[in-house]
């Protein structure tokens, strides 16, 4: 039996967590890919409300599934007793493979390149300072939860401040909201919800990361639902203000072609601004890159508990009391994707397309259990106006999985490639499980 995480995260932590999971590079880089699928400014609006209303229904309902099954591993567990060991164990291979150790790599990179621009360093630099960041919060995390936690609040608090300050300085001094938000962008073919999606959901994503450490938080049943709907509550506030702001005093058209939207829309107030949002972007993809390496580790370690993946991955180090053997396997592999799979780009929508696949099907998990619960059971929470909310979000989900299939089909198809590769490893762990009972 695997040696149980000791209880170490606290609500705010949790909830910074949650935010901290959501707020990367995605609202400093995606708005430009974001507003060139769009006509104006109103549409850009509208699809980061969009993906607000996700985000929301999605906390919403997942609050349940979290106060349901509150252990360590979160969605791992909620598809395991809804689908049992096969979805599970694809969805933790794909946390490992596609989507964790590929947001880490991603975000390492914008990481990177904004610390070049910073220093006034060289684009040879950025593969290696990509490298070391991910070296330096691989440690942070093995060194022990306690300090891992006090390190991504502290990067949450400063980056939600720094965006703060982004949206009382454009909205000072821009005056072209209302004009920006029916103008037309003349570079705009076609509209397309659907591919907008990819950027938004991308930055949307990471609030149930949060899940991912019940087992290290007292009271998870009641803490956990509160922690994922208040990020939620606070990262759709933010995007929409953030979206308001650039569009105060930037056109659809100069959005959609910005390469540093954020940068820009400063530069357009102040001469300082393209440094501002250099620290910002620093400071938050190495945030972010940070929470990520500690919460998805907990995933192989209920995993390896679970004995359908390797069970040194359940080991606990005696003094640091973290699955370093876990978080050293995803650091290791997100080395590999950061060095030979290339673009930020690239690694967004091979990470979100995959991501939203075990999220709806965990949202749907939620009617699975719903059935099976008797009448004079009690749930610590239940999603408010059910099953409207879930289905909102699987609606919405599911619309977005067929766009990026259509739209972006060689990411898409990579990400379920490497998914369905995890299945022998599978099969040979079920075998080895079955010959260790008999």
Known sequence: MAEPLKKSISYFALTMIAVGSCIGSGIFISPSDVASQLSNGGQVLLIWLIGGVVALTGALSFGELASKFPGTGGVYIFLREAYGDLVAYLYGWSILTVITSGAIAALCIAFSRYFTLLFDLGASYQVPIALLALLVVTLINVIGVKWSAIFSSSMTVLKVMGIGIIVVICLSYGINLMDNLVLENPKTTSVSFGLALIGVLWSYGGWHHASYVGGEVDQAHKVLPRALITGAAIVTATYLLVNVAYLS??????????????????????????????????????????????????????????????????????????????????????????????????????????????????????????????????????????????????????????????????????????????????????????????
């Open 249 to 438: 005093v930037m056109s659809i058209e100069e959005i959609s072609t910005s390469q540093a939207v954020a940068t820009d829309a400063l530069l357009k107030v102040s001469a300082t601004g393209g440094i501002l949002v250099a620290i910002l972007i620093v400071l938050s993809t190495f945030g972010t890159a940070g929470i990520y390496t500690l919460s998805a580790p907990r995933i192989y370690y209920a995993m390896g508990a679970d004995k359908v993946f390797f069970p040194w991955l359940a080991d606990i180090h005696p003094k640091f009391g973290t699955p370093v053997k876990a978080i050293v396997l995803q650091s290791g592999w997100a080395g590999i994707l950061l060095v030979f799979w290339g673009t930020f780009e690239s690694l967004a929508t091979y990470v979100v397309f995959m991501d939203w696949i075990f999220m709806t099907l965990a949202a749907i998990a939620l009617f699975k259990f719903r059935k099976r619960m008797h009448t004079s059971e009690k749930a610590t929470y239940k999603v408010p106006f059910y099953p409207i909310t879930p289905l909102i979000f699987i609606g919405i989900s599911v619309w977005f999985l067929g766009s990026t299939l259509v739209g972006r089909p060689v990411q898409a198809l990579a990400g379920l490639i490497l998914m369905l590769l995890g299945l022998p490893f599978y099969f040979l762990f079920k075998r080895s499980k079955g010959l260790e009972q008999s």
